[in-house]
């Protein structure tokens, strides 16, 4: 049993500095109820909070969850606009509360195609929160391969002939934060779904059946538990 539950005082162990979250199953979890999609969505934005909360709470260095994927365009209007406002609506509340909130928010992916306006105020959001213990990424607009395409262009603009793994990671969206060690999906699917491609090298994968809105902190301390079941060798014996 390994003790990393705040309720008995105990913080995450080392080896363990990052989880990711595939927050899967909001449409499924409304559908259930006979609800729209986007009420799932928005019950999904709730479970993100407690849940990235609690892990800043263990001490996790870094938690980053998947909001809006670079294919996430496809899906219908009414959705997609949904989607975009909470996570703009989520931005207004992180500002007006930010000294309470013990994260540094970073929003990774391509935020070019948003209206000015939309930009600024994630810069605003970004900075004002900069210097928290618990690194909050929020992927938005993020693809995998579009992240490495957007590296390597940002390298080539770079004038550089030649780049080596340090480069690429340097100009990844997530340059400062470290890989995930840990992989947690909910809604019962087992892919990546173009998350964090190069991040996830030697990422420890945890799928659970749950769908998103029903994820507890004690479900993920299961996942942590089955993480420090693991032997992770990168490549070694
Ligand atoms: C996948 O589940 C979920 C998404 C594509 C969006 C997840 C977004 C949120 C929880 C809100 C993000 C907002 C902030 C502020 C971080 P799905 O709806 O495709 O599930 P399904 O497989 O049951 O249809």
């Given at each position: 049993m390994i003790e990393n539950n705040v309720k008995n005082g105990m913080r995450v162990e080392k080896g363990l500095?990052?989880?990711?979250?595939?927050?899967?199953?909001?449409?499924?979890?409304?559908?259930?109820?006979?609800?729209?999609?986007?009420?799932?969505?928005?019950?999904?934005?709730?479970?993100?909070?407690?849940?990235?909360?609690?892990?800043?709470?263990?001490?996790?260095?870094?938690?980053?969850?998947?909001?809006?994927?670079?294919?996430?365009?496809?899906?219908?209007?009414?959705?997609?606009?949904?989607?975009?406002?909470?996570?703009?609506?989520?931005?207004?509340?992180?500002?007006?509360?930010?000294?309470?909130?013990?994260?540094?928010?970073?929003?990774?992916?391509?935020?070019?195609?948003?209206?000015?306006?939309?930009?600024?105020?994630?810069?605003?959001?970004?900075?004002?929160?900069?210097?928290?213990?618990?690194k909050l990424c929020v992927a938005f607009n993020y693809g995998g391969r579009d992240e490495i395409v957007h590296a390597c262009n940002a390298l080539i603009a770079q004038g550089k002939q030649h780049v080596t793994a340090e480069d690429l990671c340097a100009a990844l969206y997530t340059a400062d934060i470290p890989d995930p060690d840990l992989i947690v999906r909910t809604g019962g699917e087992m892919r990546l779904s173009n998350f964090l491609l190069w991040q996830a090298a030697y990422s420890e994968f945890y799928a659970t059946d749950k769908l998103w809105p029903d994820m507890k902190p004690e479900d993920v301390d299961a996942a942590i538990e089955a993480f420090y079941k693991r032997s992770r060798r990168f490549g070694g014996i």
């Open positions: 500095r990052h989880i990711a979250f595939i927050m899967d199953g909001n449409g499924r979890w409304a559908k259930k109820r006979g609800m729209p999609r986007t009420l799932g969505h928005k019950e999904g934005v709730k479970t993100f909070e407690s849940i990235a909360n609690y892990c800043a709470e263990i001490g996790l260095e870094a938690v980053t969850v998947y909001a809006f994927s670079t294919e996430n365009w496809k899906r219908p209007k009414d959705e997609v606009n949904a989607l975009m406002g909470l996570v703009e609506q989520y931005l207004d509340d992180f500002s007006k509360k930010v000294n309470e909130m013990s994260v540094e928010l970073h929003m990774i992916g391509d935020m070019t195609v948003f209206p000015l306006s939309l930009q600024e105020k994630i810069a605003k959001v970004e900075k004002l929160s900069l210097g928290k213990p618990c």
